[in-house]
Each structure stands twice: as C-alpha cells, then as structure tokens.
C-alpha cells in the first residue's frame, strides 16, 4: 500500500481502535509539547457524546464535572502542524509546497472537509437547535477538538515520519508522530490542561464514488451511541425521510414542496421509472443518447440525457444512466456535450469505452 | 476526443497549450506509475494514465487538467475498455451534473 492508501484508509476507517494505542499517543502528544501528561483520559462514543461531557454531563464512574483546565490544542496540534508547514514551505518555496500540497493531502481533504463540517453540524442541531448562544458555546468548543483520524491529510501532507527517525527517544520531538499514532486508532479528541477526551471512530460511513456522505437506507455516518447523520450523495436528509422513500409515489414527488429533497425523491425513485409511469416522451434522440424533460410545477423543468455506458457489463448487457443538465438544453447531443463542458457541435468522441 | 466513463480526452493543438503549461511541474505518479486522472473513494477504481509523460493540473481538485503524452500512452480503468492515445497535448475533462444552482461532479 502507498503512504496515500494508507493516509486515506486512516480518513475513512470505522470500528473501535486500540484504545491503548490511542491513549501512549495522546500522552506522547502531551509530552511532544512540554506539557504533563493529562491525569485523566476520558472516552466518548462520539463527537456529540463529547461535547456533552465537556458541557457538565458527567460521565459514568466520575462524580463532578470534568475539571479539564485550559484547552492545550493549540500547543499539541497548531503549533507543530504550523511549525512542519514553515519548514517545508522554507525548504520548497512558496510553488514547491503548494505543489507538495496538492500531490499529498488536498484530494483528501477535499473530501474530509465536508464531514468534518457536517458532524460540526449534526451537533450544534442535536444541542442547540434554535439557541444563539448556546450555539455559539457549541460551536467554540468544536473548535478545540482535534480531528485525529480527520486529520489525515494534513498528517500526509506534513510527513510524520522525519521527525521519530531523527529523534525517537527524546520526548522534545516535533509532535506530529504523536498526532499521526491518536489518528490511526481515534476519532476527534480534546486535550485540556488535566483532561483528554477521546472520541471512538465512527461504526458506519457510506460514502459514494466521489466520496461524499450518500446511503439510501440508513445513516451515512453513525456512532456508537447513535449519533448518526443521513445523506444522499452529501445531501443532507432527515431521517424520517429516508424512511419515506421505500413507499414512494409519483404523486408523493410532485407535491414536496422541498426542491432539494424532491430532487432526492427523482432520484431515488429513478428517473426511469417515473418517466415510464408519467407517461413522458422524449424530446429528442440522437447517437449520443436520449433527452427527457419532467415538468415540475413551481420549480424549473428536469431535463436529463440517458445515455448507454459504451463498456457492457459482465453479464452482456450496457448500463443506462441518467444525468441531469440544465433546462435550457435542447437535444441529446447538447446536453452530453454540456456535461463535459462543451458546445454540440465539437462533441464528438473519436472512441468511448 | 476520446471518452472513458466519466472522463473525457480532448486532443489540443500545440499551438493551443498554454505558455505556462511547457513548464509546469507534474503532477506525481501513483504508486504502480500511472498517472490518476479521476479515482473512485469507495472501490479505488482508476481512470489512468499508463506511458511517459506530464498531467499538469489547472485550477481546483476536479481539473481542468492538460495531459502531454510524447509518445503516446494508454487510458486504462478497472471496469472499462483501454484506450490508446496518440502521442500529443490533451485536456482532460471530469464529467458534470447539473443541478439547480451549481454542478456536481460525476462519479461513475
């Protein structure tokens, strides 16, 4: 496996780690920073669950709210993220580490960011669902986690390595092998003075092809205590709707009054089959594919091209898939050619597999 | 113009290629070599680029991007039929959605 595969699965990993391995890295971490050791490591089942704890729930087998002292995530995450940044940003100058950037961490979290925001959400809405201020302590605290199995890319990015090679058994290291040792085996975790909270990994997470949060028949991410957000292809969903699409009806999509989750409904439901079902003909077809139009009332037309996947399945037969391009298009052909960016006329690929 | 799944290979004339891209740096090979010109984050499936060469990202993480084959090379992915390029500047192109308000990007 290559140090990407290895940094992506480290994003993408579920399932309880090795809280042991976890907890020598969060010390490390402590130490790495010329910090004491925190005298207390506290776990949670997820982000919410921390949250909670750090908001006066007391945990089980503790009497009193956690007497956690100041936040120390600047000194154990910012300042060696920042100080790995300045060296190799002096070392390659200001194009090297931008290129560096891009062939390292930015594809990952390009796809990381999004879930970290969207947990960021799912726990001011399971808190603080319409209180300013009590949003505004949420959201701060959010702030003094440590992403650990999330920090992934960053952790690629800046080469962890180099700094335990060069110096494994002093404690004055740069910090980041500590960060990379809390991130293969945890989720987000929260250092304080005297306190370490420690958050397990998630139990699922459902991701499609270009890695955003996407299943139709439950959570796309959930935590052990279950915590869990919904989403279709990184469309955030209630719950409950999801429940609603097994049973759902052509009908049922034309009166939500929603046009994103209707959009989910269309698809969902396939866009196939509510063609077939409303009767619809296709407006135009030509050797690059067919053009629907669905009529909606009070939202603008769905217009989509199906087009024929040129490489036959194993079985013989060709996959038919369905994408939408604006409503403005007028033939088959000018809406393939818009998916890739172009006009009609010079769409014309010289061989498609 | 070449087509493989989700992803499009457009030849562009030398006199087309932009001035900065002659000296551009790469972007970096995968581990087996190849350059990665879309992947998949749930099956890791690959549309690559296998022959001697530069990728030279333009702007953002879905491209555009230019690809520069001297002499020549093959597009290859798990689930679709290889293709040959002859040698030469190309630009290559994710496929796109619409969908009220932006686009997203296709991931077949």
């Known amino acids: ?353 | 113009m070449y087509r493989q799944g989700d992803v499009l290979i457009v030849p562009l004339a030398e006199h087309a290629v932009p001035e900065s891209a002659h000296d551009a740096v790469s972007e970096p090979r995968d581990g087996r070599g190849r350059f990665v010109l879309a992947l998949g984050e749930v099956t890791g499936h690959a549309h690559a680029v296998v022959g001697p060469g530069r990728l030279i990202r333009e702007a953002g993480v879905f491209g555009p991007m230019l690809l520069h084959v001297p002499e020549g090379a093959r597009v290859v992915h798990e689930e679709h039929a290889a293709i040959s390029l002859p040698k030469g500047w190309y630009r290559v192109v994710r496929q796109r959605e619409y969908v009220p308000g932006s686009v997203r990007i296709v991931a077949d």
């Open chain 1, 1 to 353: 496996m290559t140090e990407e595969t290895n940094w992506r699965a480290v994003a993408a990993a579920t399932g309880t780690g090795e809280r042991a391995g976890a907890e020598a890295g969060v010390r490390l971490a402590y130490r790495r920073a010329g910090l004491d050791e925190p005298e207390m490591i506290v776990w949670a089942r997820s982000p919410l669950e921390a949250v909670r704890l750090l908001s006066g729930d007391v945990p089980e087998g503790v009497t009193t709210p956690l007497p956690t002292g100041a936040s120390v995530r600047d000194a154990l995450r910012n300042r060696p993220l920042a100080a790995a940044r300045e060296r190799l940003h002096s070392g390659l100058g200001p194009a090297g580490w931008s290129g560096h950037w891009r062939a390292t961490g930015e594809n990952l979290w390009e796809t990381t960011r999004p879930l970290v925001d969207r947990v960021r959400t799912g726990v001011v809405e399971a808190l603080a669902p319409s209180d300013r201020e009590e949003e505004t302590r949420i959201r701060l605290l959010l702030l003094d986690a440590v992403l650990g199995q999330h920090d992934a890319a960053w952790l690629y990015a800046l080469d962890t390595d180099t700094d335990a090679d060069a110096d494994t058994a002093s404690d004055a290291g740069s910090g980041l092998d500590a960060l990379a040792e809390v991130a293969r085996t945890a989720g987000w975790w929260w250092p304080y003075e005297n306190v370490a909270v420690l958050t397990e990994r998630p139990t699922e997470l459902h991701r499609d092809e270009a890695g955003r949060l996407d299943r139709g028949d439950g959570p796309a991410l959930a935590y052990a205590d279950g915590f869990a957000l919904h989403a279709w292809r990184g469309l955030p969903v209630p719950a409950e709707f999801l429940d609603r699409l097994g049973a759902l009806t052509p009908e049922q999509i034309r009166q939500e009054e929603n046009a994103e989750l209707r959009r989910v409904m269309l698809e969902f439901y396939g866009y196939e089959r509510y063609l077939e079902e409303s009767g619809a003909k296709p407006v135009d077809r030509d050797e690059t594919g067919v053009l629907w139009r669905i009529e909606l009332s009070g939202d603008e037309d769905v217009v989509m091209v199906e087009v024929v996947n040129s490489t036959p399945e194993p079985d013989g037969t060709s996959r038919t898939y369905w994408l939408r391009v604006p409503p403005t298009t007028r033939t088959a052909r000018e809406g393939v050619a818009w998916t890739f960016g172009l006009d009609a006329e010079v769409y014309e690929p010289l061989k498609q597999t």
